[in-house]
């Protein structure tokens, strides 16, 4: 089973940057696409950045860019570099990872989220 952490996320002011990083640990084969999706209270799960990994990214349109993923496969970490952060952005981060086991079959693991408030 693979154990996903975020790290990262704070208080920042708007306009400012932060840097989410997301590393997975425990027992797999490989690991597939990797993601980042954030949730406000009372709201869905929503997908923010995705990337294969082959480094193909996908991003909301609400922070395209903005925002940036990218993936260090070799350390099996997962980046989200935010820029130009809005008020609107506040959420708590969630990281998403699809992976194969290492006896067979492909599963998802979600990390614990961390917060990020951008406020004044």
């Known amino acids: 089973q693979v154990q996903l952490m975020e790290s990262g996320g704070g208080l920042v002011q708007p306009g400012g940057s932060l840097r989410l990083s997301c590393a997975a640990s425990?027992?797999?084969?490989?690991?597939?696409?990797m993601g980042w999706y954030r949730q406000a209270p009372g709201k869905q799960r929503d997908m923010v950045a995705t990337i294969t990994r082959g480094g193909t990214t996908n991003y909301a349109d609400s922070v395209k860019g903005r925002f940036t993923i990218s993936r260090d496969n070799a350390k099996n970490m997962v980046y989200l570099q935010m820029n130009s952060l809005k008020p609107e952005d506040t959420d708590v981060y969630y990281c998403?990872?699809?992976?194969?086991?290492?006896?067979?079959?492909?599963?998802?693991?979600w990390g614990q989220g961390t917060p990020v408030t951008v406020s004044s």
């Open positions: 425990g027992s797999f084969f490989n690991l597939y696409a």
């Open positions: 998403n990872a699809r992976y194969s086991r290492m006896y067979g079959g492909t599963v998802d693991a």
